[in-house]
């Protein structure tokens, strides 16, 4: 069967809420990794994060790569929220691969979590203030 890589930055990832819909296409995981810094997130309605490519201001964005398999590909992007989609991310070590990615509408005027580096550290940090830890 013939696969693609697929950068996943949020709720797709290993142990999280929509991390089944890989599984359930027979996606296999790669590695953990992250982008070249040149990408910013946002947080929409602390349910999932969007990712954009940016000139300026961009960071290091923690990802997991997937291997699927290419006939499922539409299947994941279809399961995804409105406004994500599928695009080209460059990685750390300069490989260039498929990835979620957000729509510039879809993050007016969401708050920027950028400065978290990624999304399992967000909400980290989002539980750890509504618990009231710190």
Known sequence: M????????GTLMQGLELNINL?????????????E???????IDDRYPAMMR?????AAIAV?????PRVSLSTILLQEPAGLCIGKVRLADGEEVLGVLGEAIL???K????????????????????????
């Open 37 to 43: 810094p040149i990408y910013r997130l946002w947080s």
């Open 54 to 58: 940016v000139a300026t201001g961009g």
């Open 111 to 134: 708050p920027e979590i950028t400065q978290w580096g990624g999304w399992r550290n967000y909400i980290a940090q989002v539980t750890s203030d509504q618990l009231g830890c710190s």
């Open 23 to 35: 599984l359930s296409v027979g996606a296999t995981f790669v590695r953990e990794s992250q982008t």
């Open 107 to 109: 993050c007016e005027g």
């Open 64 to 68: 997991e790569v997937w291997a699927i």
């Open 2 to 9: 013939e696969t693609v890589n697929l950068a996943v930055n």
